[in-house]
């Protein structure tokens, strides 16, 4: 029940990115248009680091619905990891195509925009595992050495006592 909210938890936050994106996105496209940077690079630029900074911080925000979803110091969870990433492979997709289809025309940064995808995907990639690299980091720096006897030297401290006691008993009984 926990991972169907916490995918839900998700769905939601990329779903206010993407609207955000959109938005972002024209208010780029707007700004180029009024810098008559249509046919350079720099719109390509322009554009996916409007994209970066939109979906960052819902990245963030997924983050810390993960550490709330996970309820700290337990284990972390590879699916919801593998979730959070999932989105994150999304968000960018999405807003990729959107920017691609603020113009129906060719232009030179098309092509540009289109190789720049992965790299984006894998900075934001490389955001979210950190986050879990330091979780993994912060459990391990919390465990604690074990102190006094291992459990099988107490077990079989138990079973010699518990011997000893019954030998005793029988000693006792033949009296």
Known sequence: MAGVAFENALGGIFARCER??????????????ALQAQDTSRLAFTLTEAIQH??????????????VAINRPLTP?????????????????????????????????????VEETPKLRERLYARADKHFEELGK???????PVIGLPEALVRLGLFAGGALVGALAMHLADR
């Open 20 to 33: 955000a994106v959109a938005e972002r996105l024209e208010k780029a496209k707007q700004k180029a248009e």
């Open 77 to 113: 969870n590879a699916r919801w990891e593998e979730a959070v990433r999932r989105q994150i492979e999304h968000a960018v997709d999405a807003a990729v195509d959107q920017a691609l289809k603020l113009d129906a025309e060719k232009h030179p940064w098309k092509p540009l925009l």
């Open 138 to 144: 912060q459990r391990k720096a919390r465990r604690r």
């Open 54 to 67: 939109e979906i960052e911080p819902a990245i963030d925000q997924a983050l810390a619905t993960y550490d």
